[in-house]
């Protein structure tokens, strides 16, 4: 449970970090370091190079620009859970926040890490997803903004470039309701399957744990914009999906769970 | 005996005094092996198979050896010289038992996955653990096996030269044509397989060991995160070939064990057999990986259970058996964990006739041994699931099966039928106080209401009476079931001249608090402050007889000890306080810190006086002794039998299989309560521990024989978030059987646990027709019960 030897540079800035970035190989970004560094001690993962960005006070905060909520990259699990802004005006993002692990967890990682990282198994990723929201990207040629739906490529793969850094999330405001709906069997874990469901007009849904991403549960979305019942809809929550199998849950149960929580997100937020 | 904690209302015992433990515990002052800094030592790195079963052909180390910082690598083979005995197992529990030679690395064969091959020494951790993966080891891959029935069938040998898997197989059965007849004649026989999975002891601190030799004279300092310092100076004289004399063993702060560091490991044998080879201090801590594949493992059972039972449910015998898993070599006390439990099949009830066998067989996993419990939960499990099966098929509430069958209370001392005489008991009582306690008929009409109302989120109330043995032991008892050593205890107690009190017990306190209760009951019987006794232990040079701290025997016996070394300490007191006084021995009252004269409190001496008398020596009568010391090595003349009754409910949610606990009532009655809020500790943490066996844990393999969970991503063990308050009470039976009136505690809570927790699932999901759910009752496996049911609708 000890890393293999590598690299530390810390960044002074995004721009130093993008540099940094782009002239080592194989390097990491370090922010909270609670999905890089239990792969590193596991010898999962090795970067030969990591780059401290946790000291970048100016890429945590949370900020209205009228349409939707600026969140920064470093913003911690404990911050975004506990912003009056974003309980107002997003709230499904940290009641999901404040299902993150435990609460030295919630204190060190951040929710740019949590995205970064892209774990199919993780909270904010999927609220993220149903949320529709932008995230924006710094790189040597500047910046760019990709959009959630097309930020997660695979098993802990996103859109990110080597040598780019999430800087900021851009949350869409919305006054309709909401739900998550967590499954696991210790406070402390990832889901075994979470569903997270958003009202705003149309209803947005992104499952938790069902795939190697997270991922919208398109079925369920097309079922109701149909028409369907929520209990008609909710049928369809695992249809065209091969969730995992592993030492929590077969493929079989997370697909009759899918199922169940996705019935009871939809009551809470179409209740 | 009768009980001699009694007397001034002032006493210290029985009240809930602070653990003066705590504060260097919680303050991070407390030295564990980590904290010991030590200069000019070399790390220690092992090398483990990644295969469960395969020979050794090569190990090549020339790579390791180049590694920066590396001093030393060594294979199984390099050292075969170095040791004068394979690692020991201290309970051949037949004349016949099957023990394969086991050392500290494998030379020729490894047998699971985790097994040492090699060692790397280097002058920091991180080098020792990056050359490991430089050691290229040429392994042939031989068949494994896993499964226990499978390894039993001898279709593939663990250990070749053994001829078998079959280690032993144990029986205590004192009459069989009773028990034939028994099964022959009864109006109703239930017979149950039950599996007792795997557990991973899970210490906050992992092993570890500092060996320092010293410079001249050639002797050695252990220090080891263990809690039997005192066994493993004896062994590690034995195995490793240094005299005892040169050998001092300490256990620093030890963070916690649950049994898993009552054993002789590996690593400790050869930290020590290395620094007498390099003359260096050497140290190793294990990594928490390590610790799952490294350290022993718990349970691992499958049990067979037929119990008989006349037509009211009178249960006329208990028949029993049990495969146990001993894992790829033998332990410490390996197979002897099974028999722990081999008496006591019956519970608290008064059943005539009885049977146990238990055959230990060998499979290419960790070796098992005691973890918390130790064969007790295993047979309170398979006991309390088969009385509410019974129940059930004769249709009678749980709680009145229990009362038919409870040994009555003026049967005790209760000769039981597999041989032993439970000291003390009053099981009526303490059933009926938890079952007003959790408001019984409420719950049971309220599991109605939702019943009849359809609800999906269904109630289940489990309960669970255990009665155990602890307090190990009389040694004649050890020896009579081929134990290696004794069960007795030693303690010293001596007032200091300035009337301070030292007391050095050979108990090795890991977290049970042992500092507070000993001074708590020389304190009650000096009539001194607590604060005024010190308590030195877990160190071979301050406390050189010792038998340490397990199997729920530290107060009992230890404390015992205590108590009777400060009795014989303030008899020498009182012969220099009647020369003083110029009165008869006998004629001297002791109270509050002073003799007095029989009805002349004037005339009083004070044990200060006395006390630095002793230590002058000046005015001494004729024959006594300088100095106020006393020894007393107590062997105590039976366990003890700790009894209660536990009861979980809980809310099942019929769309996820998930459970909920939510309220968890526990009586416990222990006998007489040194400190009750250590002994309600106790209980939390046997019951936490108890529920994480019937809802969480379990160490799962695959096929190859890997461990696949050995983090605490995958490996369950819960937090706090899992639990609701645990709402405690307690009966007091005194044990008759030391001065103290006293039981063990340390496993109540674990051996009374998982059978509640079961019960309430089953309880729970009786509309579904399902009649047991293996532990862990994981959300899925409920889910899947609860399909089975309707699919065969």
Known sequence: ?271 | MTALITGSSERVTGTRLLRREDPKLLTGEAKFIDDITQQDVLYMALLRSPMAHARIDSVDTSAAMKMPGVVAVFSGADLKGDWVAPMPCAWPVTADMKNPPHYPLAADVVNYVGDAVAVVLASDKLSAIDATERIVVKYESLPVVLDLQDAASDRVLVHPDLGTNTSFVWEVTPDKAKVDHAFATAVHVVKSRYIQQRLIPSAMEPRGVLVVPQPYGGDYTVFSSTQIPHILKVMLSLTVGISETKLRVIAPSVGGAFGSKLNIYSEEVLALTLARKLHRPIRWTEERSENAQATIHGRGQLQDIDIAADENGKILAVRVNVLADMGGYLQLLTPGVPLLGGFLYHGLYDVPAYSFTCTGVFTNKTPTDAYRGAGRPEATFAIERSIDRLARKIGVDPAEIRRRNFIPAEKFPYASAPGLVFDSGNYLPNLEKALEMVGYPEIRSEQMKRRSGGSKKHLGVGLSCYVEMCGLAPSKVLGSLRYAAGGWESATVRILPTSKVQVVTGTAPHGQGHETSWSMIVSDRLGIAPDDVEVLHSDTSIAPYGLDTYGSRSLSVGGSAVFMATEKVLGKARQIAAHKLEASADDLDYKDGSFCVKGSPDKAVALSTIAFEAFTGHDLPEGVEPNLEATVTWDPPNFTFPFGTHIAVVEIDEDTGATELLRYVAVDDVGNQINPMIVEGQIHGGIAQGVAQALFEEAVYDGSGNLLNPTFTDYLVPSAAEYPSFELGSTVTPSPTNPLGVKGVGEAGCIASPPAVINAVVDALSDFGVEHVDMPASPEKIWTAIQSFRRSR
């Open chain 1, 1 to 271: 449970m000890f890393p293999a030897s590598f690299d530390f540079f810390k960044a002074s800035s995004v721009a130093d970090a993008v540099s940094i970035l782009s002239r080592e190989d194989d390097a990491k970004l370090l922010a909270g370091g609670h999905s890089l560094l239990p792969l590193m001690k596991l010898r999962l993962a090795s970067p030969a190079v990591l780059v401290d960005i946790s000291a970048l006070e100016e890429l945590a905060f949370v900020e209205d620009k009228g349409d939707y909520v600026a969140v920064g990259a470093l913003t911690r699990h404990h911050d975004v859970a506990n912003s009056e802004l974003l309980k107002s005006a997003v709230p499904i993002l940290p009641f999901v926040a404040s299902k993150v692990g435990d609460p030295s967890v919630r204190h060190r990682g951040t929710i740019g890490g949590s995205i970064a990282h892209g774990d199919g198994a993780s909270d904010l990723p999927a609220a993220i997803l149903a949320l529709d929201s932008d995230l924006v990207a710094v790189g040597p040629d500047g910046e760019r903004v990709i959009q959630a739906k097309d930020f997660f490529l695979g098993f802990l793969e996103t859109a990110l470039r080597p040598n780019e850094i999430l800087t900021e999330i851009r949350v869409p405001k919305f006054s309709g309701g909401w739900s998550y709906q967590k499954f696991n069997r210790r406070a402390q874990d990832w889901a075994i399957v979470g569903v997270a469901a958003v009202h705003n007009g149309s209803t947005k849904i992104s499952l938790v744990n069902m795939a190697s991403t997270p991922i919208r549960a398109s079925a369920v979305e097309a079922a109701l914009a149909d028409g369907a019942s929520v209990e008609v809809a909710s049928g369809v929550a695992s249809e065209g999906l091969e969730p995992p199998s592993d030492l929590n849950a077969s493929a079989d149960y997370r697909r009759h769970l899918a199922q169940v929580l996705v019935k009871r997100a939809l009551t809470e937020a179409l209740g």
